[in-house]
């Protein structure tokens, strides 16, 4: 199976190193930065990156702009919103903006991983599709 | 303020009120009785004195008229007629009988010569040859030319007074023609006089002796003290107010008769002048009397009622002023819990994520291989539970705090009471404790958050079964309509609340409830929600024998804020 590319993004560095460590040890290939700018720069230079676990409370650029901007730039990354309990609205409004899920804060290392890979296949799902499509396309051109 | 002096205060404001009220009522009451009694007094004595004034001058016009009339009678009778016609004693006896026949009053004629020795006489006693030489009138007609003597009883006990003219005859020697005159009329004149109870009339001489017979024998000297001091208008009459020897105030109407030699005197006790004024006087302030007591009576009953009110006003208020300041302390309160779980909640995410990485270093680390490796595997679990644990706090206290994102609907609460008391029914099994409803069935559906409502139910209930504890006991919920609310009451058996504690219960993080086992915020969440909803929760509560919870509902909520 292809390596899972997974960005992490928290203004919280501990909790983006530790997670760093244990994502790395489930097998994932994992790059932590610490704002939403640092994020677009991140995903802008690695275009390998499959998914972004995305704080919604963050200084500066927050969670959910980060997101739009995300969105906007790179539609086909899927983010997964984390969030503490007072921000399960902003959450719920990510997820309409185009966020795959959400997960509150303190989060099972299970759960996240599970929710990872549920983004991972639908990304996987989604660009076969494309490439389907262009192949159709690109068949049909032959016809 | 302290209750004492808000009582003083408030006792202070009715006698405020009652005395501004009597005052407003009173002084133009008592001013309009005392300037009418005034006005009415000043005009009734000006009337009482007219009264007897006129009384008086008439009197003494008719008496004097009719002194002068005998008078002038007798004058004519001398002038037209010589001694030697007068000494002859038909001639007499003919005038006599004209006189009486026309006057009435004459009872005799007499002509004395000038020794005292009456030489004719007419009349009807046998007074010829009589000596007046030592009478009085006598000696005073003698040196005048008429004279009226003072009334006396005379030889036949009855009242009468003399006219004596005195007559010179051709050769130089005087002759007194004299008349003895019924006073019968005259008297009854002023014998008649009657004003009031006690006024009447009656003539004085100048020493004191009646002339006519007062009405009050009692009086009979009562009269000579005021009267003989002052002067006599001979002419006018003058009004004298003074106390008789009776103690009591009278008013007297003074005017002279004869020249002054008698008196003629209308008198009145004060008391029945005016006994009109006084009865008038009486009526007022007995009329000011029960005016001023029923003005001070419903002033008193109107600023007692009027301050009651006041009063509880002022205390509804205060307590809604306490009401508010306890949800003002709740909504802070919530709100530093809210700031200070989020807080909390990015560290101990950290926590539990370094714990969770070293369990995965041990499970896949082959280097420690000692008996510490349980030990360190049960020590990073206890620290993975006890941050799920804060965690459910945080949790909590987040959704104590948080803005409701719920979305509102008409609800049965019938229905839902039901669903939830199914919930519970579990865990009371537990405990031995029954749980029944009491449901009424009309209430109306309200408007409200399900799953909000269901919070605040199921934390009431789970309450209640707690408070009932292990050995058994009761748990009640009923519904009922009250007004613009539907009241849903939670009652249980079980150990009550201590009164200390009771203001308190709604308080965040307020337990009582082991470590561990409660974090204190669930009735502070049902009364976040409650409060939110426009609606009031409420508790009785009596130690030993149980505690309700009284959560009303508005049928028609709209939220607090938008």
Same mark, same amino acid.
């Given at each position: 199976?292809?390596?899972t590319?997974?960005?992490?993004?928290?203004?919280?560095?501990?909790f983006?190193?530790?997670?760093?460590?244990?994502?790395?040890?489930?097998?994932?290939?994992?790059?932590?930065?610490?704002s939403?700018?640092?994020?677009l720069?991140?995903l802008a230079?690695?275009?390998m990156?499959?998914?972004?676990?995305?704080?919604?409370?963050?200084?500066?650029?927050?969670?959910?702009?980060?997101?739009q901007?995300?969105k906007k730039?790179?539609?086909?990354?899927?983010?997964?919103?984390?969030?503490?309990?007072a921000?399960?609205?902003?959450?719920?409004?990510?997820?309409?903006l185009?966020?795959?899920?959400?997960?509150?804060?303190?989060c099972?290392?299970?759960?996240l991983l599970s929710?990872?890979?549920?983004?991972?296949?639908?990304?996987?799902?989604?660009?076969?599709?494309?490439?389907?499509a262009?192949?159709r396309?690109?068949?049909?051109q032959?016809? | 303020?302290?209750?004492?002096?808000?009582?003083?205060?408030y006792?202070?404001?009715?006698?405020?009120?009652?005395?501004l009220?009597?005052?407003i009522?009173?002084?133009?009451?008592?001013?309009i009785g005392?300037?009418?009694?005034y006005?009415f007094?000043?005009?009734?004595?000006?009337?009482?004195?007219?009264?007897l004034?006129?009384i008086?001058?008439?009197?003494?016009?008719n008496?004097d008229?009719?002194?002068?009339?005998?008078?002038?009678?007798?004058?004519?009778l001398a002038?037209?007629?010589?001694?030697?016609?007068l000494?002859?004693?038909?001639f007499?006896?003919?005038r006599?009988?004209?006189?009486?026949e026309r006057?009435? *009053? &004459?009872?005799? @004629?007499?002509?004395?010569?000038?020794? =005292?020795h009456?030489?004719?006489?007419?009349? #009807?006693?046998?007074?010829?040859?009589?000596?007046?030489?030592d009478?009085?009138w006598f000696?005073?007609?003698m040196?005048?030319?008429?004279?009226?003597?003072?009334?006396?009883?005379?030889?036949?006990?009855?009242?009468?007074?003399?006219?004596?003219?005195?007559?010179?005859?051709?050769?130089g020697r005087?002759?007194?023609?004299?008349?003895?005159?019924?006073?019968? *009329? &005259?008297?009854? @004149?002023?014998?008649d006089v009657?004003i =009031?109870?006690?006024?009447?009339?009656?003539? #004085?001489?100048?020493?004191?002796?009646?002339?006519?017979?007062?009405?009050?024998?009692?009086q009979?000297?009562?009269?000579?003290?005021?009267?003989?001091d002052?002067?006599v208008?001979k002419?006018?009459v003058?009004?004298?107010?003074d106390?008789?020897?009776?103690?009591?105030?009278?008013i007297y109407?003074?005017?002279?008769?004869?020249d002054?030699?008698?008196?003629?005197?209308?008198?009145?006790d004060?008391?029945?002048?005016?006994?009109?004024?006084?009865?008038?006087?009486?009526l007022v302030?007995?009329i000011?009397l029960?005016?001023?007591?029923?003005v001070m009576?419903i002033?008193?009953?109107?600023?007692r009622r009027?301050?009651?009110?006041?009063?509880t006003a002022?205390?509804?208020r205060?307590?809604m002023?306490?009401?508010?300041?306890?949800?003002?302390?709740l909504?802070s309160?919530?709100?530093?819990?809210?700031g200070?779980?989020?807080?909390?909640?990015?560290?101990v995410?950290?926590?539990?994520?370094?714990?969770?990485?070293?369990?995965?270093?041990?499970?896949?680390?082959?280097i420690?291989?000692s008996?510490?490796?349980?030990?360190f595997?049960?020590?990073?679990?206890?620290?993975?539970a006890q941050?799920?644990?804060?965690?459910?706090?945080t949790?909590?206290?987040l959704?104590?705090?948080?803005?409701?994102?719920?979305?509102?609907s008409d609800?049965?609460?019938?229905?839902?009471?039901?669903?939830?008391?199914?919930?519970?029914r579990?865990?009371a099994r537990?405990s031995?404790?029954?749980?029944d409803?009491d449901l009424?069935?009309?209430?109306?559906p309200?408007t409200?958050?399900?799953?909000?409502v269901?919070?605040?139910?199921l934390?009431?209930?789970?309450?209640?079964?707690?408070?009932?504890?292990?050995?058994g006991?009761?748990?009640?919920v009923t519904?009922?309509?009250?007004g613009?609310y539907?009241?849903?009451?939670?009652?249980?058996t079980g150990?009550?609340?201590?009164e200390?504690?009771?203001?308190?219960?709604?308080?965040?993080f307020?337990?009582?409830?082991?470590?561990?086992?409660?974090?204190?915020?669930g009735?502070s969440?049902?009364y976040?929600?409650?409060?939110?909803?426009?609606?009031?929760?409420?508790?009785?509560?009596?130690?030993?024998?149980?505690?309700?919870?009284?959560?009303?509902?508005?049928?028609?909520?709209?939220?607090?804020?938008?």
């Amino acid at each position: 199976m292809i390596t899972t590319h997974v960005m992490l993004v928290d203004d919280e560095e501990p909790f983006v190193e530790t997670m760093t460590k244990r994502l790395t040890k489930k097998g994932l290939n994992v790059a932590g930065v610490f704002s939403g700018h640092e994020a677009l720069d991140k995903l802008a230079s690695n275009r390998m990156i499959d998914v972004v676990v995305l704080d919604v409370k963050m200084p500066g650029m927050d969670g959910l702009e980060a997101l739009q901007e995300i969105k906007k730039r790179f539609p086909l990354v899927e983010v997964i919103m984390l969030t503490g309990h007072a921000t399960v609205e902003s959450a719920i409004e990510g997820m309409r903006l185009g966020a795959f899920d959400y997960l509150m804060k303190p989060c099972e290392m299970d759960q996240l991983l599970s929710k990872i890979g549920e983004a991972k296949d639908k990304k996987r799902l989604h660009e076969e599709k494309i490439r389907d499509a262009k192949i159709r396309e690109l068949s049909s051109q032959f016809d | 303020m302290e209750p004492d002096k808000t009582r003083q205060y408030y006792r202070l404001l009715v006698r405020m009120i009652v005395i501004l009220m009597v005052c407003i009522s009173i002084i133009p009451l008592v001013s309009i009785g005392g300037v009418t009694i005034y006005h009415f007094s000043r005009s009734l004595k000006k009337s009482v004195v007219t009264h007897l004034e006129t009384i008086v001058w008439e009197h003494k016009i008719n008496i004097d008229t009719f002194l002068n009339e005998k008078l002038a009678n007798m004058q004519a009778l001398a002038d037209s007629s010589t001694i030697e016609q007068l000494l002859d004693n038909s001639f007499l006896r003919a005038r006599l009988d004209v006189f009486q026949e026309r006057y009435g *009053e &004459f009872v005799d @004629l007499g002509v004395v010569d000038d020794t =005292g020795h009456q030489r004719t006489y007419a009349g #009807l006693f046998k007074l010829e040859d009589a000596m007046y030489s030592d009478a009085d009138w006598f000696k005073k007609a003698m040196m005048r030319e008429f004279f009226i003597s003072d009334v006396f009883l005379g030889l036949r006990g009855l009242p009468h007074f003399i006219i004596a003219i005195k007559v010179r005859d051709g050769g130089g020697r005087f002759w007194i023609l004299r008349s003895t005159i019924d006073i019968e *009329e &005259f008297t009854s @004149l002023v014998e008649d006089v009657s004003i =009031g109870k006690t006024g009447h009339a009656f003539i #004085l001489n100048r020493n004191g002796y009646f002339q006519t017979k007062p009405r009050f024998k009692r009086q009979e000297l009562s009269f000579l003290s005021p009267i003989s001091d002052v002067v006599v208008p001979k002419t006018g009459v003058s009004i004298i107010e003074d106390e008789g020897e009776t103690g009591n105030k009278t008013i007297y109407a003074i005017s002279g008769l004869k020249d002054g030699e008698w008196i003629l005197v209308c008198q009145q006790d004060s008391a029945d002048a005016f006994s009109s004024l006084h009865q008038a006087r009486r009526l007022v302030v007995f009329i000011s009397l029960i005016t001023f007591v029923s003005v001070m009576v419903i002033s008193f009953f109107l600023a007692r009622r009027l301050v009651g009110r006041m009063e509880t006003a002022y205390l509804e208020r205060a307590k809604m002023h306490d009401q508010v300041i306890e949800a003002g302390k709740l909504a802070s309160i919530g709100e530093l819990a809210a700031g200070i779980a989020h807080e909390v909640n990015n560290p101990v995410a950290i926590m539990v994520e370094e714990a969770g990485w070293m369990e995965d270093l041990l499970e896949e680390d082959e280097i420690i291989k000692s008996d510490n490796r349980d030990e360190f595997q049960r020590a990073l679990a206890q620290i993975k539970a006890q941050g799920t644990r804060c965690k459910q706090i945080t949790h909590k206290l987040l959704s104590f705090a948080r803005k409701t994102d719920s979305k509102l609907s008409d609800l049965q609460l019938n229905d839902l009471i039901k669903e939830v008391v199914g919930l519970s029914r579990r865990t009371a099994r537990y405990s031995n404790t029954k749980i029944d409803t009491d449901l009424d069935l009309k209430i109306p559906p309200i408007t409200a958050s399900p799953s909000e409502v269901q919070q605040v139910l199921l934390n009431l209930i789970n309450n209640a079964i707690d408070a009932v504890g292990k050995d058994g006991g009761m748990v009640m919920v009923t519904t009922r309509s009250g007004g613009d609310y539907v009241v849903v009451d939670v009652s249980d058996t079980g150990c009550g609340i201590p009164e200390a504690q009771v203001q308190r219960i709604f308080d965040p993080f307020f337990t009582t409830k082991p470590v561990g086992q409660g974090t204190g915020l669930g009735l502070s969440i049902c009364y976040g929600i409650i409060d939110r909803m426009g609606g009031r929760i409420s508790v009785n509560s009596a130690v030993g024998k149980g505690t309700t919870f009284h959560v009303r509902f508005p049928v028609h909520t709209g939220e607090k804020e938008a």
